[in-house]
């Protein structure tokens, strides 16, 4: 049981190239999630999916599309990188509504 | 959408002494609050977590509370150890229970 697997941990991209971030949970959750994290400015949703199926924009969509391939993954895509888009990236899942959040181990993006 | 304020920023206690850290939330609507750890380095982990139909929740030397009228949560940390030295997130789940949005961290340092 590994929980929520994100891929990769580290990448480092030019101005306008674009990455797919692939995030997979085997918990068999509906919701999942991602969010940035930036230094004192916390965790901000980018997008989420509530169910299989469904995705919804959260705080920071702008510069972001996502997929929800199934109910195991869902990736979210940077179709034009810019130096904005330098963070930690964390995919999360949860069973339902109102329940707990697990994170994965994030993803340590750096734009040039 | 909802508006999570967390205070204070930085918090540094002496080894043994009692930590608080304070959450405010702007949605009515939010019901279910989690606190996150996040070691440096790591991903956030979730340590207690409080839903609207109750006032108070411990769990060993931790406690939350929750003032739905005043829409006000904290954290208490009793007999801090070294080991509790990190940064805390609270967060608020938002009105359809997965937007859950965090509040900009308290980093707490125990002085042995």
Not at chain 2, 4 to 29: F, M, N
Request: charged letters at 20%.
């Amino acid at each position: 049981n590994a929980g929520v697997t994100q891929t990769p941990k580290f990448q480092v991209l030019k101005t306008g190239q674009s990455m797919t971030l692939q995030c997979a949970q085997d918990m068999n959750h509906n919701s999942m999630y991602w969010y940035r994290q930036d230094p004192g400015m916390g965790l901000r949703l980018i997008y989420y999916s509530a169910s299989e199926g469904t995705t919804d924009k959260g705080e920071v969509p702008n510069g972001y599309n996502v997929s929800r391939l199934n109910k195991r993954e869902f990736s979210l895509r940077l179709e034009s990188a810019a130096p904005s888009q330098t963070s930690v990236y964390f995919c999360a899942s949860s069973e339902w509504d109102n329940s707990p959040l697990h994170f994965g181990n994030g993803t340590r993006l750096t734009v040039t | 959408g909802e508006n999570v304020e967390q205070h204070p920023s930085t918090l540094s206690v002496q080894e043994g002494d009692s930590a608080v850290i304070k959450c405010t939330y702007s949605d009515s609507a939010s019901n279910y609050f989690p606190w996150y750890k996040q070691e440096l380095g790591k991903r956030p982990q979730l340590i207690i977590d409080i839903r609207s139909n109750v006032g108070e929740k411990k769990d060993q030397r931790i406690a939350v509370t929750l003032n739905k009228t005043a829409k006000h949560f904290s954290l208490h940390i009793t007999e801090t150890q070294p080991e509790d030295s990190a940064v805390y997130f609270c967060a608020a789940s938002g009105n359809t229970g997965n937007q859950f949005y965090f509040g900009t961290g308290t980093s707490l340092t125990v002085i042995p």
